[in-house]
């Protein structure tokens, strides 16, 4: 099994959609989560990282279960602009043993 | 505030031969990893520094990979002799410091071929 898995993807959703992305882990030692968006040929950037009790910026929501050793991130009324592929990161212990899942790819149509 | 700089940004060689990689990360910053990311793939991380010592390089292929970050601020990422499967992207990122919260900045790359 490996240690970061995402839903394959690609999401082709209208404008306008929600989408929800899932991410699971398998060391259940890990200690902080992150999701990262990758714009096609560029370098990763933090979207948000991800708390134990759930938090939202804007139209963006995290959640993380750390029971079932998943994470999940929300994008309601999708915009064009949203169009990426979503990293989801673990780590271990005090920063260390970061580990990328393979990404989830959307595109969001006109 | 100027971001993580790497070079070159673009790299073809042919196998067997050596190559190194460049990154200055932001001013400050006393966290700097090194990333593969293969086409279609998450960022693999190689090695990862605090200061100029190692903290993490499990994932580093040690008989043709190295790595060195003197003086605690620029690093060099070196493969000899390169292989085909090397071709990706590394990326460099850097981070203000470890521990739980740790946004990490990544410069631009470095697409590698290796034919």
């Known amino acids: 099994r490996k240690e970061v898995e995402q839903d394959p993807g690609p999401f082709n959703v209208p404008e306008g959609a929600t989408v929800a992305f899932n991410c699971t882990y398998s060391n259940s030692a890990s200690q902080s989560f992150f999701w990262y968006r990758q714009d096609c040929r560029k370098e990763p950037k933090l979207l948000m990282s991800v708390y134990s009790s759930g938090n939202e910026d804007g139209r963006f929501t995290a959640q993380l279960n750390r029971a079932s050793q998943y994470i999940s991130l929300l ?6 602009s949203d169009s990426a592929t979503y990293l989801c990161v673990v780590t271990g212990d005090y920063g260390q043993n970061f580990v990328f899942g393979p990404g989830t790819r959307l595109s969001v149509l006109p | 505030e100027a971001g993580v700089a790497q070079s070159p940004r673009y790299k073809i060689i042919e196998k067997r031969q050596s190559v190194a990689f460049w990154c200055n990360p932001i001013s400050g910053h006393a966290t700097l990893y090194w990333y593969q ?3 279609g793939q998450g960022p693999k991380l190689l ?19 190295s790595a060195e970050r003197l003086k605690g601020v620029d690093s ?4 000899q002799p390169a292989k085909l499967e090397d071709s990706a992207v590394y990326l460099c990122a850097s981070s203000a410091r470890g521990g739980d919260y740790n946004e990490q900045f990544f410069g631009p790359g470095t697409r590698l071929t290796v034919l």
Do not use: A, E, H, Y
Request: proline residues 3%.
């Open chain 2, 37 to 39: 990311q293969i086409l």
């Open chain 1, 75 to 80: 994008i309601r009324d999708s915009k064009l």
């Open chain 2, 47 to 65: 090695i990862q520094f605090q200061n100029n010592g190692v903290v993490d390089d499990s994932q580093l292929p040690k008989d043709r990979f």
């Open chain 2, 76 to 79: 060099t990422l070196k493969i």
